[in-house]
């Protein structure tokens, strides 16, 4: 079996039960915190910066060590460098010395996908972030918020069964950013893979996920989530003139501000 299958043959999301993670004689950064992600679940993960966010993403990515609690990815521990998890960071990470499908062509390599496959899956990924005109191109000589969309191309063509996206979208300005929620969209809701999404957007949070998951200050791990029960398909321009996405937006900012207090 390849990886791609055995990716998808035993997904059963993320299960965080009783964490604490404390760095040397440090106060824990969190303890007690539980977290369950559905297999095909979007969450977005919120919280004042410094709250820990990006240490429980580390956690479940096996980077950081779990002395107290529990973690499940797929019914397995956390492990650096598992085949079935993919990340994408705010630094794109793309081979400087690669084009753009070359980037997407060596994904594909490093996940087992046979050779003869490689150039249809990559162009299908880079036509879906409509960088059709740029699959030659090296990464210098695109904009940011389009070496990201690469980044997602890539992350989406090796189909793995859990993503995890740590602010990749925190250095675009705001219009670049609907563009990226749209393309991101899109892939999810054709792939419905399970998604943890850290951000400082609460906007972009409710704009892509199905729970908004918020943390607060002061060790508290998390105090709040938000259920965004907006129909899908979305899209992020329309989404900025509909009601409920403001009211959701409202309950979210509020809980966001309760757990800085
Ligand atoms: N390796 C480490 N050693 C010691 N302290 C650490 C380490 N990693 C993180 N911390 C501390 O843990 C706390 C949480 O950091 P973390 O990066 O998880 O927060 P965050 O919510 O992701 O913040 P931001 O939104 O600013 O990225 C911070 O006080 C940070 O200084």
């Known amino acids: 079996m390849g990886q791609r299958s055995m990716a998808a043959a035993r997904e059963s999301g993320i299960s965080v039960s009783n964490l604490a993670i404390a760095f040397g004689k440090m106060p824990p950064i969190f303890a007690n915190l539980d977290l369950r992600i559905a297999p095909g679940e979007f969450v977005a993960l919120v919280g004042a910066s410094g709250c820990g966010k990006t240490t429980l993403m580390n956690a479940i990515a096996g980077l950081v060590r779990v002395e107290e609690g529990n973690i499940q990815v797929n019914s397995l521990p956390p492990a650096a460098g598992r085949p ?25 390599m490093l996940s087992g996908v046979p050779k003869a496959e490689w150039k249809s899956i990559a162009l299908d990924y880079i036509a879906r972030v409509d960088l059709t005109a740029h699959a ?4 210098a000589r695109l904009s940011h918020g389009q070496r990201q969309r690469v980044a997602l191309a890539r992350a989406f063509a090796v189909n793995r069964s859990v993503y995890m996206l740590d602010e ?13 929620h749209d393309q991101l969209l899109a892939l999810w809701e054709q792939s ?6 850290v951000t400082h957007d609460i906007g972009e949070a409710v704009t892509l996920a199905d ?3 918020v943390m607060g200050t002061k060790g508290r791990g998390i105090v709040d ?12 321009g329309d989404l900025q003139e509909n009601e409920a996405f403001h009211e959701i937006f409202r309950q979210a900012w509020h809980a966001l501000r309760k757990g800085m207090s």
């Open 168 to 180: 990749p979208f925190s250095a675009l300005d705001a219009q670049t950013k609907l563009v990226l």
């Open 84 to 108: 079935d998890i993919a990340y994408v960071l705010a630094r794109d990470a793309l081979l400087p010395w690669r084009t753009v499908r070359e980037n997407v062509e060596y994904a594909l």
């Open 136 to 139: 030659d191109f090296l990464p």
């Open 211 to 213: 729970r908004v998951v």
């Open 225 to 236: 989530e938000i259920r965004v029960p907006l129909p899908r398909p979305r899209s992020a």
């Open 192 to 197: 419905r893979k399970t998604v943890i999404f």
